[in-house]
């Protein structure tokens, strides 16, 4: 099989799988227990904190292990929001559904949230979350890196716009209200969240959130070699926020339930393998199956041409159905995805590249090819001829130039 | 098709679709090649958008009041294809008035079943027939 799915899941490396095996079996103790075997555990899930949290450039106190990116994401958006009981949300057309469907349940409940549309390379500025911010915001959310069409948002930029909104805020309350508030209760009123998921972008871009300018950050395991099930929120100091979960203390209270040992070992150890010279290899790689798709006839590009995840491409393909076309691959043995509606279980097509404002047919044609650690040339080249034929033959089912 | 999709054997494998629907799918029957010759039909219905995933061009030749051709052209996923492919094989030798009464419900019968939410491609089957028949019925 050529595999050319990495953004929807990797498989786990071995060596991460090897580091998880003991604590299925030997090391199998519960780390909230005295004895010496859940000391083991317990020493083992503050090792894999301290790694996540090295990767970061953050303390470790402020890492919480989730059972995924979704669960992360959730605990993010919910938690702050419920945390301040009333306010406004900002976040993209383009998010994650983890992210979309979480804000669309707080508008259930209450709160206001605006949805910025891209550019049409699937963008979204600075400046557009600059003019959204409102006296009464809580919470901006917005990816690092997109799932689908792999383009990189502007984060730190965005920080500092949110930053620089925080401080003309709270001076101005302070103007207002010196005389009645104390100066602390104002600015922690005033205090605006920001949250990145970084599921897609993690072992690919700089991850420093000190640099990034960020109070949440969302990874997670199955994105990067590491298992299925676990994911980690970086919850910078001081910020408050609710947990979604209630149970035993686990996880600062913010998580609770007997942690998942194995898989959050799993998941440090992933972190521990990223290299950065693994990018550089599948943006070659990416840079040349965007040049030969780009050849075939009634052929284009989703997405930003440079602002984009190393092992990202997207394609829309004229008078070919994205389901149809992912079958046809999938019979000669080649696993890729689709936004066409066909294979969603909303039967909407993809909500990313409709937002990008180039017509639902563009959506229902599109391919997505993403890269991974095994991918090669010689797979791309075959790739690319198998994906010839079969656009050869739907054309002529569908009728496409005539 | 002139020559057969060359498909990995799946036997025993998990499935998506039907085996039927799969066959039609890969190697779709009647479909029209290039653009009709003058007189080679007589009637002619299009049904959906690209906008809304679907789109299915059908010709048919009527003689005497019989189906004795069919040939059409789909955008659209596998079911939306194999629908309209088993469709083709089901209406040739009906006459227009058996052929009017094809529902839905019979083309996901002839192809062995659909999963629930692949329904409305069949749908869109049988209405690119019935408007071709109409066609027909106004024009001669």
Redesign the interface.
Known sequence: MIYLDYASTTPTDKRVLEKMLPYFEKEFANPSALYLSARRAKQAIDDARKAVANFLHCKPDEIVFTSGGTEADNLAILGVARQAKTGHIITSQIEHPAVLNACKQLEKEGFEVTYLPPDKNGIVSANQVEKALKPNTILVSIMYANNEIGTIQPISEIADVICNFRKVISRQSLVVSSDKYNKRQTTDYKRIIFHTDACQATGYLPMDVKKLGVDLLTLNGSKIYGPKGVGALYIREGTKIKPIVFGGGQENGLRPGTENVAVIVGLAEAIKLISDSEGEREKKLRDYLIQELLKIDGVELNGDKTKRLPNNINVSIK?V????LV??LD???IAVATG???SS?S?E?SHVIQALGK???VA?SSLRITLGRQTTRAELDKFIKEVKIAIS?LR?????N? | ?AKQ????D?SGAPR?YSQKVEDH??N?RN?????PKKGEFNAYGEVGS??????M?LWLKIENGKITSCKW?????????AATSVLSEMVIGKTVDEAYKITAQDIIRELGGLPQ??IHCSVLGDQALRAAIENYRQTS
């Open positions: 008078g159905e994205g389901e149809a079958l046809y019979r000669r043995g066409s509606a066909c279980k039967l097509p017509g639902r047919e229902y033959k002529k089912i569908s009728g496409y005539g | 098709m999709y060359d498909v990995l799946i998506l799918f890969f779709p479909v029209m090649q290039g653009k690209p906008a809304c995933g679907d789109v061009k052209k789909t955008f659209g996923c596998a079911s939306a294809i939410r692949k």
